[in-house]
């Protein structure tokens, strides 16, 4: 009971502040242009703020440890599995298959990996880990894919794509609030605090916008996100197709990404019985709102990423549950 007490506690924030995304979305109260208006928000000014904060006070050796490598792999090879299934089962281009990757294996580490790890974990210091591997190493594969897929530049050829490349953490503000944080972590420097309670601030906003304007796109209205006028070559994908895409994502995210950590974890690396449950629970956590974010902001079909949002996180509480369940819970 204290279990499922917890994971719902953890969820409880989630449900929420999406289903007033919802309501305000229904209401027409923010305007027809409300979900593009603070996606951007979170995307160019929120969430830089919040990553730069995080990754500048942590420690970047964290992550180099046995449980790391038995959720890496996990990620790993659910994140290759969601970008081959996008492509060779639904026929998506490049960017829309690096959201498919994402929707696979990108986990919901901070807003409800911390309470989820704090409640049943009672400690969270390696979902801070996962958040440090998925900043510095997931996300720049990821938005590298999708600067290559949606690159609009003059020229063509590997030239272009070289450029794009090497220009894209001075275009991109989530690369560069994640580097800067890098340099600013590895000088061993301290913000004023002035400016470190601002970026506090204004961090702090990232989450909570994200799953209100995830509610927002929630109506069903079509909008620019999900048909982008400029690509009218794309093929437009049924709603069949799309569900089957969401049913994928789903069940690499919630029951084959968890399974591998606990292959890689148990019989391979042979990790102790705590550190086990926390690589499994962490990696049995839900599909990430970064995903429909990332979607959006790089103008592409939103409806996939969306959805395995919604439904990863329905379908992980009894998947988190009956991980806690079958692992035991750590000693106290």
Request: aromatic share 6%; proline share 5%; net charge positive.
């Amino acid at each position: 009971m204290a279990g499922m007490h917890a994971l719902l506690s953890a969820f409880a924030p989630i449900w929420t502040l999406t289903a007033i995304g919802y309501a305000v979305g229904r209401s027409g109260l923010l305007g027809e242009h409300a979900e593009a208006v603070l996606g951007r928000f979170v995307f160019h000014v929120a969430m830089p703020a919040a990553l730069f904060t995080m990754v500048s006070g942590a420690r970047l050796d964290a992550f180099t440890n046995p449980s790391m490598v038995a959720f890496a792999a996990g990620t790993a090879l659910v994140c290759g599995l969601g970008f081959v299934a996008a492509g060779r089962f639904f026929g998506r281009g490049t960017a829309d298959r690096a959201i498919g990757s994402m929707a696979s294996g990108y986990v919901n580490s901070a807003n409800l990996g911390i309470p989820v790890a704090v409640q049943v974990l009672g400690d969270a210091s390696f979902v801070a880990q996962i958040i440090l591997f998925q900043v510095l190493l997931v996300s720049p594969v990821i938005l590298t894919l999708l600067d290559t897929g949606t690159g609009t530049g003059k020229g063509s050829g590997k030239g272009l794509v070289v450029r794009r490349m090497l220009t894209m953490p001075v275009r991109n503000p989530i690369i560069m609030a994640s580097l800067l944080g890098v340099v600013v972590s590895a000088l061993g420097l301290r913000l004023p605090h002035a400016l470190a309670h601002s970026c506090d601030l204004l961090g702090a906003a990232a989450v909570p916008t994200a799953l209100i304007t995830l509610g927002l796109s929630l109506n069903g209205r079509p909008t620019a996100d999900d048909q982008p006028a400029e690509r009218p070559a794309r093929t437009q994908h049924t709603q069949h197709t799309q569900r089957a895409e969401v049913v994928v994502a789903v069940v690499l995210k919630t029951l084959v990404q968890p399974l591998i950590a606990f292959v890689v974890g148990g019989a391979l690396l042979r990790l102790p019985d705590h550190q086990l449950l926390a690589v499994v629970l962490c990696s049995a956590l839900p599909t990430a709102q970064n995903a429909f974010v990332y979607a959006q902001q790089y103008g592409l079909d939103t409806r996939v990423a969306r959805n395995s949002v919604v439904a990863s996180t329905v379908v992980s509480m009894a998947t988190l549950s009956v991980a806690a369940w079958a692992l035991g819970t750590p000693a106290p």
